[in-house]
T-cell receptor
């Protein structure tokens, strides 16, 4: 199956610093990647949609200047948490959708609508 | 606002029991309902359902979607301790797959030996 990696797996940083998290699709191309955040015992909340070659689309309540997203290539999206604070401590997960599929009609949609998740990055801000 | 509600929030059963997890959704331009299993890290994909009334099966797991009632269930038969996890349900939109998923809060399933 399709593999998505994230780097780093775990990061601890001081308040006020910036942290960059990478999301890579390893064996497929992804025109669209998604960034989710998960607080303890909560579900995944979509933060933003990252589109290759264009600006990211942010969900309501997510500050675009604080969470900078760059989707520079079809296999890489980065999320930078700027001036991180303890309340930003969370589990950040990216997912990627396969840009190809090779099939027409519903099968293509099914393939293209499945999101493959990365392993997540645990951010702790002291 | 899109909404996905799962029940129960938490469930403890004994090994060998059968469990049914529920998911109701209100998603504009709805196209698909997805189930994921989350253990320690990121969710792993279980099923994607797009049509009503067609059961999808994978081993001891099965799922079905009711698009009239905006509801899906995930069944696990002959449960094993390895089935202990949080099961997440998510709604996906139509429109070429450009939208992220709306997740429910999950059902925390614990299988006791």
């Amino acid at each position: 199956g399709a593999v998505v990696s994230q780097h780093p797996s775990w990061v601890i940083c001081k308040s006020g610093t910036s942290v960059k998290i990478e999301c890579r699709s390893l064996d497929f191309q992804a025109t669209t990647m998604f960034w989710y955040r998960q607080f303890p015992k909560q579900s995944l909340m979509l933060m933003a949609t990252s589109n290759e070659g264009s600006k990211a689309t942010y969900e309501q309540g997510v500050e675009k200047d604080k969470f900078l997203i760059n989707h520079a290539s079809l296999t890489l999206s980065t999320l930078t948490v700027t001036s991180a604070h303890p309340e930003d401590s969370s589990f950040y997960i990216c997912s990627a959708r396969d840009a190809g599929g090779g099939l027409a009609g519903l099968d293509s949609y099914v393939l293209n609508n499945e999101q493959f998740f990365g392993p997540g990055t645990r951010l702790t801000v002291l | 606002e899109d909404k996905v509600v799962q029940s129960p929030l938490s469930l403890v059963v004994h090994e060998g029991d059968t469990v049914t997890l529920n998911c109701s959704y209100e998603v504009t331009n709805f196209r698909s309902l997805l189930w994921y299993k989350q253990e320690k890290k990121a969710p792993t994909f279980l099923f994607m359902l797009t049509s009503s009334g067609i059961e999808k099966k994978s081993g001891r797991l099965s799922s079905i979607l009711d698009k009239k009632e905006l509801f899906s269930i995930l069944n696990i038969t002959a449960t094993q301790t390895g089935d202990s996890a949080v099961y997440l349900c998510a709604g996906g939109k139509a429109g070429g797959g450009a939208d992220g998923l709306t997740f429910g809060k999950g059902t925390h399933l614990i299988i006791q030996p």
